[in-house]
């Protein structure tokens, strides 16, 4: 299983950033694709995660009501949508995949991972 993550950049507090990963090489039939982040110095969080079939979604409390995660079955790419970003948003965003139906928010229940992507966000 292979992740490509992209999508990171500068933006100013308040702005909008969409991430995206793209992924190749899965042959289980159901999956949960997660987004995680990790600051400098911090351990790595839970942001949002979206079950491939039904599309079931779990997000973090601090990505609630600004984060949205979709997925495009035909491109085999799932989305974050950040919206009303904050300074402390700031951080390398890496997107996961686990087989299975539960969009756990733990980084140990997944076990493929793809690169990380920068995200900054200027106060």
């Known amino acids: 299983v292979q992740l490509q993550a992209s999508g990171g950049g500068l933006v100013q507090a308040g702005g909008s950033l969409r991430l995206s990963c793209a992924f190749s090489?899965?042959?289980?039939?159901?999956?949960?694709a997660g987004w995680f982040r990790q600051a400098p110095g911090k351990e790595r969080e839970f942001v949002a995660a979206i079950g491939w079939r039904y599309g079931r979604t779990n997000y973090a409390d601090s990505a609630k009501g600004r984060f949205t995660i979709s997925r495009d079955h035909p491109k085999d790419t799932v989305y974050l949508q950040m919206n009303s970003l904050k300074p402390e948003d700031t951080s390398h965003y890496y997107c996961a995949l686990r087989e299975g139906q539960i969009p756990y928010d733990t980084a140990r229940h997944y076990p493929h991972w793809g690169q990380g992507t920068l995200v900054t966000v200027s106060s």
């Open positions: 090489g899965v042959t289980f039939s159901t999956y949960i």
